[in-house]
């Protein structure tokens, strides 16, 4: 941003299809000649990132060098996999379900998570459902703490803040979710010489909201630089289905339902975008604030947390450490 320019939300306005051009022409420059592999596997959620990617992938390489790959669980909604084969349906892209129930409940993925939930909620049990949240970053305590919401087999909710102990136990255990189906997703790269699209936009990426080794892991990454508000403009032009673009962004990891704001970033994405592009650019607090609809003071709260999320999550960009230099032949 120019430092004499006003900051404002049309600052993320984008040229949708100049940008879309140059992403598949980066696609097939990235696949075909760096990669040298043969087409791309999309991991299908039925939200609107991945089906903004597989739609870029199949204009980019042709729709029949892209794979769409269902990866439902137990906890899964029954929409993320309907919507997903909209969109495959629409694009043309051959498709593949793979449900990862059964490996994850050989990995005690289930039991080692119920078994953190009883912790802090012993009648917690069979019929029950749950999801993690945090406490509303305005207005809500200076040091966010994660809570259990849990709902009995009668539908009444109960909430519990968690331990430290039950937390990571928590998260360790349904990260098996995403590693698994990344796993899935290189056995199709494997198997049809393909390379594996990652899904992250610039809010998830910047913010560490990923599994390391799991949805964190691609051979690329198409829209990571791009701010959710974009991607959102992206998804229109390339036709993607107004139901999609429509539906609040989900977690799709617990058996409640959960949006990524109660989960993970405590605002809504537009919101979010705003201070993070503000801050990305050196905006004014007070400008930032009067375009997101916040005060100053709730602004540079958000600025906090960018850069502690910043911090606490460098460890999942990292490439693994060697104890020696290894020179490249």
Do not use: W
């Amino acid at each position: 941003m120019n430092i004499s320019t006003r900051f404002s939300a049309e600052l993320l306005k984008m040229d949708a299809g100049g940008a879309a051009l140059r992403l598949e022409s980066a696609i097939r420059e990235i696949v075909r000649r760096d990669l040298r592999r043969k087409g791309a596997v999309v991991a299908l959620s039925g939200g609107v990132d991945s089906s903004v990617v597989a739609a870029l992938c199949a204009r980019a390489l042709g729709r029949d060098r892209v794979l769409g790959l269902f990866l439902p669980e137990a906890d899964s909604s029954a929409d993320s996999l309907r919507l997903g084969k909209l969109v495959a349906d629409q694009l043309g892209i051959r498709s593949v379900v793979e449900d990862i129930t059964p490996i994850l409940a050989a990995a005690g993925c289930y039991r080692r998570r119920d078994e953190a939930i009883r912790s802090v909620v012993p009648e917690y049990g069979e019929g029950y459902k749950c999801k993690l949240v945090l406490p509303e970053l305005l207005g809500g305590p200076r040091y966010a703490v994660y809570s259990i919401v849990v709902e009995s087999p009668s539908h009444v909710q109960t909430k519990a803040r968690l331990t430290a102990e039950a937390y990571s136990q928590i998260v360790a255990a349904t990260n098996f979710k995403q590693r698994t189906r990344k796993m899935m997703e290189y056995y199709y790269a494997d198997l049809l010489g393909y390379a594996v699209a990652g899904t992250p936009n610039r809010l998830e990426y910047d913010q560490g909201f990923f599994v390391k080794n799991g949805d964190g892991a691609a051979d690329f990454k198409p829209i990571a630089h791009l701010y959710k508000s974009e991607v959102y403009q992206l998804a229109e032009y390339l036709g993607i289905p107004e139901e999609i673009r429509r539906r609040n962004p989900t977690t799709d990891t617990y058996p409640l339902h959960q949006s990524q704001e109660e989960f993970y970033f405590s605002l809504p994405y537009d919101k979010m975008d705003l201070c993070l592009y503000g801050k990305n650019c050196g905006a004014p607090v007070e400008e930032v604030a009067a375009e997101a609809g916040l005060s100053p003071a709730q602004v540079q709260r958000v600025y906090e947390l960018i850069d502690s999320k910043r911090n606490a999550t460098r460890y999942l960009h990292r490439q693994p450490v060697l104890v020696a230099p290894v020179p490249e032949v």
